[in-house]
């Protein structure tokens, strides 16, 4: 069945680099998502990337995808403060009209 | 940011009452979903539309309806609420699905509580 997993809780000092892991189930799902969701808010689009790619990197923001494990990682170098969110892998499984959310990792930065 | 928003922000009622939540948009985007979100679930999809009038059921569509009688108002309507449905409701759109930099655009969520 379609379903996206992740782990709920990641701690971080401020400074280090975080990685938020996720696998997912439908292999043939085209793009794979993050989204960043900051207290009160709704969710927002970080980045995605395209499954014919193994990494894709945007600023402080590195993703990487193992196709064959189904695997997607998404690596935050010099982590701050601000980028304490929870943070959601999505799928959409092979063009269907929805996208599959993960349960969210919520990311503590800790001083 | 993209023009979405829903109403109420927040609202408490008691069981068995009638709830509409509304969805507000002026991006004239094809699709609009409905989510709840609750601790330990994350995002849940309870209805989504494809058009004006088009809608279908997501993985949590018991005990809500939904219409889209226009591009730019996707309403969500709890019948009889019950505490259960007690949640934080976001609003979504987007152009069109299956495309990489085509994301969804959420609106700043609705807090339920039902008790």
């Known amino acids: 069945g379609e379903d996206v997993e992740q782990s709920l809780f990641l701690s971080v000092r401020e400074g280090d680099s975080s990685v938020i892991n996720c696998t997912y189930t439908d292999s043939s799902s085209t793009y794979l998502y993050w989204y960043k969701q900051e207290p009160g808010a709704g969710l927002q689009l970080l980045t995605y990337?395209?499954?014919?790619?193994d990494m894709k990197q945007d600023q402080r923001l590195t993703v990487l995808l193992n196709k064959k494990d189904k695997h997607l990682s998404l690596r935050i170098a010099d982590t701050q403060t601000g980028d304490s969110a929870i943070y959601f892998c999505a799928e959409i499984p092979n063009r269907d009209d929805k996208i599959i959310f993960g349960k969210g990792t919520r990311l503590h930065i800790l001083p | 940011d993209a023009g979405i928003t829903q109403s109420p922000r927040h609202k408490v009622t008691e069981t068995g009452t009638p709830v509409t939540l509304r969805c507000h948009q002026t991006e004239n985007h094809r699709y609009m979903y409905w989510y709840r979100q609750d601790p330990g679930h994350g995002l849940r999809l309870i209805h989504y539309?494809?058009?004006?009038?088009?809608?279908d059921k997501g993985e949590v569509s018991d005990g809500y309806s939904v219409s889209r009688s226009k591009t730019e108002d996707f309403l969500l309507t709890l019948e009889s609420a019950t505490s259960s449905q007690t949640s934080v409701y976001f609003c979504?759109?987007?152009?069109?699905?299956?495309?990489?930099?085509?994301?969804?655009?959420f609106g700043p969520g609705t807090r339920l509580t039902v008790l």
């Open positions: 979504a759109i987007s152009e069109s699905v299956g495309m990489g930099d085509n994301e969804q655009f």
């Open positions: 990337i395209f499954s014919n790619m």
């Open positions: 539309s494809y058009g004006v009038k088009d809608t």
